[in-house]
Nanobody
Framework: QVQLVESGGGSVQAGGSLRLSCAAS????????MGWFRQAPGKEREGVAT???????SYADSVRGRFTISQDNAKNTLYLQMNSLKPEDTAMYYC??????????????????????WGQGTQVTASS
């Protein structure tokens, strides 16, 4: 069972930065993809950024150029550096991982339904 714990959320002014962290349990072998999703009140959960074991990252158009996903395999930790935050980035941010061994096609890499493990979420608020 993979366990994911997010941290680093908070409240910032628009234009500010935050870095989210996701600590994964040691049982992450054969996990091919990890990523970040977000959900604002009244909206569906949407993909923000994901990274595969092939080292290739995928980003939502709304965050490309402002957010950067990275991982430290030695620490089993996934990061999301968020710069130039906008009020529309305000949401609960979730860390996610695919089921062991599952490979994703390009269209699947930002779909919430492609991921089987989820953290509890961390709130990000950017105010104008």
């Amino acid at each position: 069972q993979v366990q994911l714990v997010e941290s680093g959320g908070g409240s910032v002014q628009a234009g500010g930065s935050l870095r989210l962290s996701c600590a994964a349990s040691e049982y992450t072998r054969n996990i091919q993809f990890m990523g970040w999703f977000r959900q604002a009140p009244g909206k569906e959960r949407e993909g923000v950024a994901t990274v595969g074991s092939d080292g290739i990252s995928s980003y939502a158009d709304s965050v490309r150029g402002r957010f950067t996903i990275s991982q430290d395999n030695a620490k089993n930790t996934l990061y999301l550096q968020m710069n130039s935050l906008k009020p529309e980035d305000t949401a609960m941010y979730y860390c996610a991982a695919t089921n062991p061994g599952r490979w994703l096609s390009w269209p699947e890499r930002l779909r919430a339904g492609s991921f089987g493990y989820w953290g509890q979420g961390t709130q990000v608020t950017a105010s104008s």
